[in-house]
Nanobody
Framework: QVQLVESGGGLVQAGGSLRLSCAAS????????MGWFRQAPGKEREFVAA????????YYADSVKGRFTISRDNAKNTVYLQMNSLKPEDTAVYYC????????????????WGQGTQVTVSS
């Protein structure tokens, strides 16, 4: 069982940066693939980024490639999402997710979810 708690969301102007954190409980965190997703009002939850258990593989949605960076610190049981050059269209609730099978690009892949953190980008 893994419990996930996101933090770091907030209000930022377009072009600004935020770093989201996802703290995980559980001694086996290092063996889980991790992902970040987001959901804007009236829209489906969409994939943002994912990282393998060893940090050797990372994946990004085309919409954030070159602007967002996913990383993890297994010693701290934490995964991060560094978001730079933010745009108003990045406004959403951001969720982290975990699955012991590894990293995936679909919300259906993941078994464990955090409660989400709001990111609002003003123009």
């Amino acid at each position: 069982q893994v419990q996930l708690v996101e933090s770091g969301g907030g209000l930022v102007q377009a072009g600004g940066s935020l770093r989201l954190s996802c703290a995980a409980s559980g001694r086996t965190f290092s063996s889980y693939g991790m992902g970040w997703f987001r959901q804007a009002p009236g829209k489906e939850r969409e994939f943002v980024a994912a990282i393998s258990w060893s940090s050797g593989l990372t994946y990004y949605a085309d919409s954030v490639k070159g602007r967002f960076t996913i990383s993890r610190d297994n010693a701290k049981n934490t995964v991060y999402l560094q978001m730079n050059s933010l745009k108003p269209e990045d406004t959403a609730v951001y969720y982290c997710a975990a699955d012991r099978r590894g990293a995936g690009g679909s919300p259906q892949w993941y078994n464990y979810w955090g409660q989400g953190t709001q990111v609002t980008v003003s123009s």
